[in-house]
């Protein structure tokens, strides 16, 4: 495999897992780090052993030994510094959500397609083995027809009110708790059930209309000293939402999100009933799934590649009894990912092959989303996904 030349820009909570996920790959090679000066650049250079500092994206995007990039700025900075990277002919993996609205997503997605470079967001649920595994046997009709996917996406790292992070600005874009997470949630949904929402119905809860904002800044689930100096923000992005949801071939679901529910770290669960059976599987558990019969013993898959289909069996990495979890699964993608650029294998010719969630989905999502809101905003009404 050839190896390939990548570089992070934004090294917040996700970006040094997007690196660490890469290196595992054994043909990524991690050339730079772009931060939002020098000093910090150089710090996190040190700090991820990473041999090139840039203090800011655009002095990054002018190397060119770097041909990918993996975007983990702030949601606000997502659309100008893709589009940066396409002006220059760099591949793209974007965190999600991939912009602030639809029309930006469409925006990066034009222009990706336009330059024929590789663009990917990263929706890395999809890739624990279970989730593909649950996939395989939705669309292999093991549950019959699909009537109902529900669940939820719940945390607890936004519960106090001197809790704090970027995502709480008016920078982060008009929808909070939905747009970072709900959009994963939704994404798994129409991703293991094959078909995509229709129309939504959501509701908005505000736990606190304002919250202490420290001084200096604070990354996703760090917590607050207790003692630091703030000033109180004013705050009317969701704190929790509950969502209903109409699929295109008929199915209904619904789901929760939430980042102020005590004892929840990272509580994603999803589950699928058939006319059948059932499937459903906990993030927090993520090496078991569990299928509901009505007529025998519900039952237990652990993941183990000897019991996994084999069209998907790959995404084990490791045998029966030894736990993957999300880690693993962004590795998964990354190598999805990285495979098809090492490869010179183009989005176009070779549409075919693309594994990854790309730029299209990326923008899904943001329509999702943003019907979510409307639907909120509107006091609760059905509201078709506008696409
Ligand atoms: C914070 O809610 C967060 O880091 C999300 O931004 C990630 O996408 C999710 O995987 C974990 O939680």
Redesign the pocket.
């Given at each position: 495999m050839r190896t390939v030349k990548t570089a992070l820009i934004g090294a917040g909570?996700?970006g040094p897992h997007h690196i660490e996920a890469a290196r595992r790959l054994g043909f990524v090679d991690v050339v730079a780090v772009a931060g939002s000066n020098q000093a910090s650049a150089e710090a996190k250079a040190a700090k991820m052993s990473i041999p090139k500092a840039y203090g800011s994206y655009e002095a990054l995007l002018d190397d060119p030994e770097i041909e990918v990039i993996h975007n983990c700025t702030p949601n606000d900075l997502h659309l100008p510094v893709t589009m940066a990277a396409i002006e220059r002919g760099k591949h793209v993996i974007a965190d999600?959500p991939l912009a602030l609205n639809s029309a930006d997503a469409k925006t990066m997605l034009d222009a990706a397609k336009a330059k024929g470079i590789v663009h990917a967001v990263t929706f890395n649920y999809r890739y624990n083995p279970l989730m593909q595994q649950a996939r395989v046997m939705i669309n292999r009709g093991d549950i019959g027809k699909t009537h109902w996917v529900h669940g939820c996406y719940i945390?607890d790292w936004l519960l106090y009110p001197n809790d704090y992070n970027w995502r709480l600005e008016k920078e982060g874009g008009e929808s909070r708790c939905v747009a970072?997470?709900g959009s994963?949630w939704c994404d798994l949904a129409g991703y293991i059930t094959g078909s995509r929402i229709a129309e939504v119905l959501a509701d908005y809860t505000t736990v606190y209309p304002t919250r202490q904002k420290p001084k200096g800044t604070r990354e996703?689930f760090a917590q607050s000293s207790g003692n630091e100096e703030f000033d109180e923000y004013p705050v009317d992005t969701e704190d929790f939402a509950s969502v209903l949801l109409r699929f295109e071939n008929g199915m209904k679901g619904s789901f929760s999100v939430s980042?102020v529910s005590a004892g929840h770290k990272?509580g994603l669960e999803i589950e699928v009933d058939g006319n059948k059976a059932a499937v459903a599987w906990k993030q927090e558990r993520p090496n078991e799934l569990w299928i509901g019969k009505r007529n025998e013993p519900n039952g237990w898959m652990l993941k183990d590649p000897g019991l996994l289909d084999p069209s998907i069996a790959h995404y084990a990495a490791l045998p029966g009894g030894h736990g993957e979890a999300w880690a693993d699964a962004f590795r998964n993608l990354l190598r999805n990912v990285y495979s098809f650029i090492s490869e010179g294998r183009s989005m176009e010719a070779d549409a075919d092959k693309i594994e990854f969630p790309t730029f299209a989905d990326g923008h899904e999502s943001n329509c999702v989303v943003e019907a979510i809101t409307k639907s909120a905003k509107a006091g609760g009404v059905w509201t078709k996904i506008a696409r």
């Open positions: 909570f996700v999600k945390q970072d997470i994963h996703a980042q990272n």
